[in-house]
């Protein structure tokens, strides 16, 4: 119920335009902590990564459960070497275990 301000969200952190109902599970080749994917494995195909951007590190949604308090998830923007833009993300922040699986 605050006052309107004119906040937009940051034109320097762009989002996809479309989205998948859930998020799906890719194998990932990357060296942690935080460098993006080299090549990712989605549905079946072997894609190699042309360019990334991350990662863009977000947090959980603490007032939900105790346990979301640690969560982290690390997000990258890539591109693969047919064009294919992507958004993927890592849970955790690739060293401490108490923030995600690492997956």
Known sequence: MAPETGATWPGHWP????????????????????????SFTWRGIRRRVRQADGPERMRGEWWRRDCELTAVRDYFRVEDDAGERYWIFRSGDGEDPNTGSQR
Not at 18 to 27: G, N
Not at 31 to 37: C, E, F, V
């Open 15 to 38: 989002r996809p335009s479309r989205l998948l109902a859930s998020p799906e599970p890719i194998e990932t080749m990357a060296l942690l902590p935080d460098h993006p994917p080299v």
